[in-house]
């Protein structure tokens, strides 16, 4: 599956939340038109079934699933692709082990640098952030608007903001340059359908 090259790209809010919960949560997502799934949950307790049927429901709306950090969970489950940060192994490596058609995306915090050999190493997208202050990463150092302008007139793969966007902020990071927006608390918090589908008119 191709990542698409721009909409909104949601990211699973797990913490003290049930399985059913956190998929239906996803299926209200996804019925708005969510564009990109990925699986984040940093205490996971069965994350193979989890991410498995996150995967069925991905792809009944020809939705792909990103899978944060884990390689080797993208692998088994056969997900769409995989994101990685700074300490979560090489490029390379991801690639090597899950094939040239998965997708691999790669953050970038602040850095042109950083994107600019991701993109030299086959990454499929760039991530710059936290641009806002933000609940799931409040420690995360900020990136500025200035970085995702330059990151435009430089790299020709999709580029993502991410970091306390709501619809009310989102699209000044679009007109800076960020293809896509990516969002937790944004989408998740409360009402995933109504929430999601309030970002849908910054990609109109």
């Given amino acids: 599956m191709m990542f698409p090259k721009t ?5 699973t ?11 239906n949560e996803v299926s209200a997502a996804l019925n708005s038109g969510v564009k990109v799934l990925q699986y984040r949950d940093k205490q996971p307790v069965d994350a193979v079934y ?18 944060n950090d884990d390689i080797k969970l993208a692998k088994l489950i056969g997900a769409d692709g995989v994101h990685i940060g700074q300490e979560d ?14 997708i691999i995306g790669v ?11 991701a993109e030299q190493n086959t990454a499929d997208y760039v991530a710059f952030g936290r641009f806002f202050p933000s609940n799931s990463k409040p420690l995360a ?7 995702l302008q330059n990151a435009k007139n430089s790299i020709k793969v999709p580029i993502v903001a991410i970091g306390g966007i709501l619809p009310s902020n989102g699209a000044e990071l ?7 927006l990516a969002v937790i608390g944004g989408v998740f918090d409360q009402a995933p359908y109504q929430s999601a589908l309030a970002y849908q008119a910054l990609f109109k």
């Avoid at 809010?13 to 998929?23: F, M």
């Avoid at 150092?141 to 970085?147: D, N, R």
């Avoid at 679009?174 to 896509?180: S, V, Y």
């Fill in 13 to 23: 809010q797990t913490e003290n939340k049930t399985p059913d919960q956190i998929l």
């Fill in 141 to 147: 150092a900020p990136a500025h608007i200035s970085t």
């Fill in 174 to 180: 679009l007109a800076a340059g960020a293809d896509m």
């Fill in 89 to 102: 192994g090489q490029l390379s490596y991801a690639r090597e082990i899950l094939g040239k058609n998965v």
């Fill in 107 to 117: 953050s970038c915090y602040d850095s042109l640098e950083r994107a600019l050999e």
């Fill in 50 to 67: 989890l991410a498995g049927a996150l995967k069925e429901l991905c792809h009944e709306h020809k939705t792909p699933l990103i899978i």
């Fill in 7 to 11: 909409g909104l790209y949601a990211i």
